[in-house]
């Protein structure tokens, strides 16, 4: 789903499996926009990246949401499990894509690979504009039934279609790739 020269958004990016992957594919000519709110996956995603030498790399130490704020976020015993909740013990930085994408002139996405632990819906919003005008392929983490349902639901109404290629009936986590029919 990536070539040389693409751009890729890490929307959860923890401590950087895809983005070290998605750097090395799109090479020097691209881009890997790393989004990740939680300190301590933070500090490993900024070392591993500087071992790789991924200078086409940038960090972005928020969450992806609808809004650009603050919010709370809750960690788990698992680094990979944290996600935003109204009662979370840390306070973050919050981006909506479609604002960042309008004030910071990033580069527009050929690929997202969104994995929010429950915040998928609010990726979607915060980008609808991106997704229209960009049509980024994604690949979507959807942390439960209902958060899959909405998510199907934004993506149809933007024109994308979806490939569920693990359906969550045995554990609730679905992964979707999706793709616009307008690309």
Known sequence: ML???DVAYDVGANVGFFTLL??????????????EPFPANVRALRRHVDLNRAGNVTIVEAAVSDRAGLARFEPAGNPAMGGLAEGGALEVETVALDKLLRERGLPKPNLLKIDVEGAEAQVLQGGIRCLEEAHPAIVLS???????E?????????????EVVKDGAEDGDYLVIARSRKA
């Open 3 to 5: 070539s040389r020269g």
């Open 22 to 35: 998605a750097s090395r594919i799109v090479g020097k000519g691209g881009a890997v926009v790393a989004f």
């Open 142 to 148: 959807a942390h439960g039934w209902q958060r899959f």
């Open 150 to 162: 909405e998510c199907g639901t934004l993506l149809a109404s933007v024109g994308y279609e979806q």
